[in-house]
Each structure stands twice: as C-alpha cells, then as structure tokens.
C-alpha cells in the first residue's frame, strides 16, 4: 500500500520508503492471511474496516495486489472501489482483463457496490515485436468493449531494473529515461480520469 502522510496508526508495520511515502509490505504470511479470511463472515470488508480508520491520514491510497484472482484482492476492491488493470503484451495477460472486470461486476451484484475499472495500462511494450502489435490490437478491441479507457504504454526500458537493483524510485534514478517519461503521460492521463470520475459521483449525489 502506498501513501502520503506524516502520521500512521500502523507505525509498527510500516516502512518510509521515501519522505510522505509509506508502505505496508507484505511477506509470506500472505498466504495464511488468505485462509485466515475464508473462515471470516463478511470477510470482503476487511480491509475496509481496517483501512477506513486511518485512510484520513492520507493523500492516496495505492494497493498492489498479484494478477489472480484472490481473496485479498476481492477484499482491495471492496474498499478502493477503483481499479487499474496493468497489461503485458502476452496472451495470458490479456485475458486477465476480462477476468478482474467479471470479478468487479460479481462484488457489485453480491455486496451492492460501485467498483470501476478506471483504466488500463499497456505495460513491457516492445513496439518491435509483432505479439505486441497483436496483443494491443486485441487490447483496444476488448477496451473499446468495455468501454474502459487505454493509457499511454510503458515501454520496454533497462533502465526500470537497474533503479530496481539500485533500490531507488525510476524517477530518481533516471528522470529522463524512456521508462519513466511513459509513466509521467500515464500518470497525468489517470489523474484527469479520476478527477472525472470523481465529479459524475458528486453531481450523482448532488442530484
């Protein structure tokens, strides 16, 4: 989870990554956690009732959760409600979309929910192989169906292992790489799609 804020609740389990970066790792008790929760009633809403506590705290609230379908996941989206779908250019990955979009669209009809997809992200682009013009061919076509928007791809970069390896931010450890000039676009077409978003929900209400 990544966030912006001075103070947390959660100090104990938190790691400053950066100034007003704070991130909640997990590790390999992940995996109890997962049965843990099977055995809980009303165990989609965890997260919500942990996190709403402190939420206040902060800026934003970022939750990276693996490709599958999960649990932990389920309980991410309960309590986000918003959903960014990352994409390789492979098959597999591709086929991911329609899966985490018929998950949305299970929690909703279950728990009476409003989950969105707000965007995908082409990811690994390599303009120069062919499966990536098929892959993204395929990927405009299920987008446009879904009427899910396509953020701008991020490229294939060195760069991104080696700030990896360096344990660094891509944007400190080169500002001016391909990699991190994709993300900036990315990142700027996202926010306006939030800010949209977030604008129908308040004339929603309003009226």
């Given at each position: 989870m990544g966030v912006l804020a001075k103070h947390n609740p959660f100090a104990d389990c938190i790691i400053e990554a950066y100034p007003?970066?704070?991130?909640?790792?997990?590790?390999?008790?992940?995996?109890?956690?997962?049965?843990?929760?099977?055995?809980?009633?009303?165990?989609?809403?965890?997260?919500?009732?942990?996190?709403?506590?402190?939420?206040?705290?902060?800026?934003m609230v970022l939750i990276d959760v693996a490709p599958s379908i999960s649990m932990l996941q389920n309980c991410a989206l309960v309590y986000v409600k918003q959903m960014l779908i990352p994409v390789a250019m492979d098959p597999l990955s591709l086929q991911g979309v329609g899966a985490n979009v018929e998950t949305c669209r299970l929690l909703n009809a279950a728990l009476h929910l409003d989950i969105r997809p707000v965007a995908i992200l082409p990811v690994i682009v390599d303009r120069r192989l062919q499966m990536t013009a098929i892959v993204m061919e395929?990927?405009?076509?299920?987008?446009?169906?879904?009427?899910?928007?396509?953020?701008?791809?991020?490229?294939?970069?060195?760069?991104?292992?080696?700030?990896?390896?360096?344990?660094?931010?891509?944007v400190d450890y080169d500002p001016g790489s391909r990699a991190a000039e994709d993300y900036e676009i990315a990142g700027q077409e996202l926010a306006s799609l939030l800010q949209e978003q977030m604008d129908e929900r308040r004339l929603s209400i309003s009226a």
């Open positions: 007003g970066i704070h991130i909640l790792c997990s590790n390999r008790e992940t995996a109890m956690t997962e049965q843990i929760l099977h055995g809980i009633v009303g165990r989609e809403l965890v997260l919500e009732n942990l996190f709403s506590k402190v939420d206040r705290e902060y800026d395929s990927l405009v076509e299920i987008a446009e169906r879904l009427r899910i928007p396509v953020l701008h791809g991020i490229r294939v970069d060195a760069t991104i292992t080696k700030a990896s390896r360096a344990r660094q931010f891509l």
